[in-house]
């Protein structure tokens, strides 16, 4: 039941992120402006080129690069030991990885159309970023402690992959949240009870991924759910022991 209640979970979750970009309007920055002299606020889908707070751009921690934006993720790969082992080969092992440390910059985003500016406040947005900007390797432990990574003593460990995400000044960004007007200022935030997503790919091709995602999910649903059939079937076909 536990493993069907994620699977469930994980389905609505990618559902109702396919739902919010397939029903919010895109609309210009000028058109925003225009609804926003009858209404508090507007959800909405912004198109348009990103760029920083002059003099504001940043600097990527892994590949020094400029950027408006980065994410940061240190996962840690190691062996894993099954216990129950085979008695003429020993012990087996599976080489697994974990998540050992992420960040990401929180500096507000421009985004531009031509017909006006957006500022993107990005607490709470879900980041949809195309490639990697750096993906590396090493073994050891030498750059991961240098970042004050604790690795577990005796853990099998392998090594670090260190990858970064960015988005850089320039690119073509869409941004759907709820948009405020302050002090002239048109703000982007997170909006009560839907769906804050910033995506350097196109709207189209962000709505196809998160399409392609509901259905996946929804085949891991299907699938949990013919195993908890066939499970429940063998166990009332099984032949009942003697007491």
């Not at 993906?135 to 005796?154: K, W, Y």
């Not at 982007?188 to 995506?199: D, I, K, Y």
């Not at 079937?233 to 009942?240: D, F, I, Q, R, S």
């Amino acid at each position: 039941m536990l493993v069907l209640a994620i699977a469930l979970a994980r389905w609505y979750a990618a559902w109702s992120r396919y739902d919010a970009v397939r029903r919010t309007p895109t609309l210009s920055v000028a058109e925003i402006r225009r609804r926003l002299e009858s209404a508090g606020s507007v959800v909405a889908e912004v198109v348009g080129q990103v760029g920083a707070d002059p003099g504001r751009e940043l600097t990527a921690p892994f590949s020094g690069r400029s950027a408006v934006w980065w994410h940061t993720c240190v996962v840690r790969h190691y062996w894993h030991y099954d216990s129950n082992h085979d008695r003429d080969h020993g012990p087996t092992r599976t080489r697994r990885t974990s998540v050992a440390a992420e960040k990401a910059s929180q500096a507000p985003l421009l985004v531009t159309d031509g017909t006006g500016t957006v500022r993107v406040l990005l607490e709470g947005a879900r980041m949809v970023i195309d490639g990697l900007s750096h993906d590396d390797f090493e073994e050891g432990t030498a750059r991961a402690d240098a970042l004050g990574i604790v690795t577990p003593p005796g853990s099998g460990h392998i090594g670090y992959g260190f990858q970064e995400r960015l988005i850089r000044a320039g690119e073509q960004v869409c941004v759907l949240g709820e948009i405020t007007r302050e002090n002239g200022e048109l703000l982007v935030r997170a909006p009560e009870a839907e769906h804050f997503l910033v995506s350097n790919t196109s709207s189209q091709r962000l709505e196809d991924e998160l399409r392609g995602a509901h259905w996946q999910a929804a085949a891991i649903v299907v699938l949990v759910l013919v195993f908890a059939a066939i499970t429940v079937l063998v166990v009332m076909n099984a032949p009942l022991t003697p007491a």
